[in-house]
């Protein structure tokens, strides 16, 4: 699998399958003290879904945080998770 921007694959002829997303799993906002890991597990969550588009890249990926307030719940903490978006593409064969 292929991961880059719209620039690294400029000269490629491909096919655009249409923008994906996945996310990291829901934890307490204090326990994300290590982002790169979470990203890491929100991108590999993105890998697998793009592989059920037969995609072979990933274009353009980006990060965000998604909070879940806890009003509802005195005294519980709000959940967070990071959240992966990007454009699944099909590389043409020459």
């Given amino acids: 699998m292929r991961i880059g921007s719209s ?19 829901w934890r307490g906002a204090g326990e994300l003290a290590d982002a790169d890991a979470t990203r890491l597990k929100a991108l590999h969550q993105l890998m697998l879904a793009a592989e059920d ?4 890249a ?22 967070k998770r990071v959240c992966a978006t990007a454009v699944a593409v099909k590389l043409k064969s020459a």
Avoid: F, M
Wanted: proline share 7%; hydrophobic share 35%.
């Fill in 7 to 25: 620039k690294d694959l400029k000269n490629k002829t491909l096919n655009s399958l249409g923008q994906i997303s996945a996310a990291s799993d």
């Fill in 53 to 56: 588009y037969d995609a072979d």
């Fill in 58 to 79: 990933l274009l353009d990926v980006n990060y965000t945080e998604e909070i879940l307030p806890r009003a509802e719940y005195p005294g519980a903490a709000p959940l």
